[in-house]
């Protein structure tokens, strides 16, 4: 199993909501991450967790809040998200977090209304 | 300047053409993937490098680490083959984040 698996694939969300984008890897990969990708632009990478701890923060908003409730999970918890935080968001894993083959999901696309 | 830089932006050829896109990068790397993402959204890594070349079916990559600079080849190139390719580096060693260039899409007209 070399998947991520990402839920939901899309959502729509105002402002005043409050919800979730999921990831699962079963891989045994022990680093997990979130990058943020805009259209016709690179993914920019927002957390990385290694071993279940947050290793680094890119300086995101607090309204962007992520949980590694264990080695096979990755939340993003969103709240008072504003219509410019809509993008595709990909959650990706990789073996550890010395620079291996990286794994990415299928993305969940969010907009804000 | 990006420090990592991929040519051409956009390129389209026709069915069956041999097919080369570009990375070069100012900074050292511990490693480069080159990625390819559909429209769709999802990214697949095709490559990870570190020396010399790799291949996977009609895939070629290659890396010259003295002159920071990569290429993906892809022979007998087919409409499925139409996406956007990303060439991203990991900078120094024990570091975990890419750097991405801005991505080259490819068309592959029947």
């Known amino acids: 199993d070399t998947e991520v698996t990402q839920t939901p694939k899309h959502l729509v969300m105002g402002m005043t909501n409050k919800k979730s984008l999921k990831c699962e890897q079963h891989m045994g990969h022990r680093a997990m991450y979130w990058y943020k990708q805009k259209a016709k632009k690179p993914p920019e990478l927002m957390f990385v967790y290694s071993y279940e701890k947050l290793s680094i923060n890119e300086s995101v908003p607090s309204r962007f809040s992520p949980e590694c409730p264990n080695s096979s999970l990755l939340n993003l918890h969103l709240h008072a998200l504003q219509p410019e935080d809509s993008a595709l968001y990909l959650c990706?894993?990789?073996?550890?977090?010395?620079?291996?083959?990286?794994?990415f999901g299928e993305g969940s696309w969010l907009t804000v209304v | 300047k990006n420090e990592v830089e991929q040519s051409p932006q956009n390129l389209t050829a026709q069915e069956g053409e041999f097919i080369t896109i570009n990375c070069s990068y100012s900074v050292g790397i511990s490693a480069l993937h080159w990625l390819q993402q559909h429209p769709g959204g999802g990214i697949v890594s095709l490559f990870m490098l570190s020396s010399g070349k790799k291949k996977h079916g009609r895939l070629i990559a290659t890396i010259n680490i003295q002159e920071k600079h990569s290429s993906l080849h892809i022979t007998a190139s087919h409409p499925r083959d139409s996406a956007v390719y990303i060439c991203a580096v990991i900078a120094g060693f024990g570091n975990e984040k890419l750097t991405f260039g801005t991505g080259t899409r490819l068309t592959i007209i029947p």
């Open positions: 990706a894993s990789s073996q550890d977090d010395s620079g291996n083959t990286i794994y």
